[in-house]
């Protein structure tokens, strides 16, 4: 009889598999072969040769993530991104939250002849690292995350998410496209922000980045705002009731100064009217007076 060994199983997890009536043994044979199955698969991604990428993809790995879920990692077993010396004289685009200009099509010249460098480092100890002082930083206009440790959080994208979102926006769409095929979550990612990638990609500089960013905020805005309208007049018929009765007043209110105003108006002409009127009269009875002063005087003369 063969021996299955248990190793990768504690004994904790040993006692819960007995209580429910699971071999321990098999579970240990189970992961052991999920282990081995990993194991081939990274020696598949990394024998493979590298691949034909028109764009240079390079990398500042500060050694702060776990590299079995690290998405920089994943691309440098597939030879699409090369590590970089944070002493290297780069002249590409560095993409850093702490830039101060976007990512846009002006920058399109040097992704194509210097590439994209990303900084692989934790979120949470972005503040730590060293800065960088390059002339082509760059960070990313808003965008929503679709990768498995920061699903849906805005802006807190991995470095595949933040290497293809630059592509795209720099006019390399089917690159884009081959970076995030390498992930099960990647068209996730295309489709969760396909309006922002669309809008982004009609801006020219950064100027016009920013000024989309800024319509789309306000976009958010306004949809929150009526979203918490609906809920509040779902949840409050009676009050919502009584301001749409408040709103009728409001608008019965200008109607009757306009119709107010309007018979002013009115009035006022026929005033105007009146008056040029009787000063007609007036002056042809001046005249005809006049005409009968004349007449006198002739008879008399």
């Given amino acids: 009889r063969q021996t299955v060994s248990t190793q990768g ?9 007995k209580r429910q009536g699971i071999n321990a043994e098999y579970m240990g044979f189970l992961m052991n072969r999920k282990g081995r199955k990993k194991e081939k698969l990274l020696a598949e991604e990394e024998a493979g040769g590298k691949p034909e990428f028109p764009i240079k993809l390079y990398i500042w790995d500060f050694k702060q993530c776990d590299p079995k879920k690290c998405t920089g990692a994943k691309l440098k077993r597939l030879k699409y991104v090369e590590n970089l010396s944070l002493t290297h004289s780069y002249k590409g685009v560095v993409l850093t939250p702490s830039a101060t200009v976007k990512v846009s099509k002006a920058d399109r010249e040097a992704v194509e002849t210097s590439g994209i460098c990303v900084i692989e480092c934790s979120w949470a100890k972005f503040d730590k690292i060293p800065k960088t002082h390059n002339a082509s930083e760059r960070a990313l206009p808003y965008f929503v ?16 998410e933040a290497i293809a979102a630059t592509l795209h926006l720099t006019g390399f769409v089917d690159e884009a496209e081959e970076i995030m095929n390498k992930f099960s979550w990647g068209e996730a990612f295309l489709g969760i922000n396909e309006e922002l990638l669309d809008m982004y990609s009609e801006c020219n500089n950064p100027k016009e980045i920013e000024d989309a960013e800024q319509r789309y905020f306000k976009s958010l805005e306004e949809a929150e705002a009526e979203r918490i309208k609906k809920r509040d ?10 301001e749409d009765e408040n ?5 019965d209110e200008k109607e009757d100064e306009k119709e107010e105003e309007e018979e002013n108006k009115e009035k006022n002409e026929r005033d105007k009217d009146e008056e040029e009127k009787s000063k007609e009269e007036v002056d042809e009875g001046e005249k005809d007076k006049e005409k009968e002063k004349i ?5 008399f003369n």
């Fill in 295 to 299: 007449e006198v005087c002739l008879v």
């Fill in 233 to 242: 007049k779902m949840m409050n018929p009676s009050s919502s009731s009584s």
């Fill in 9 to 17: 199983v504690s004994s904790a997890a040993s006692d819960v598999y």
């Fill in 247 to 251: 709103e009728q007043e409001k608008e």
């Fill in 145 to 160: 995350a679709a990768n498995t440790i920061n699903y849906g959080k805005p802006m807190k994208l991995s470095c595949a």
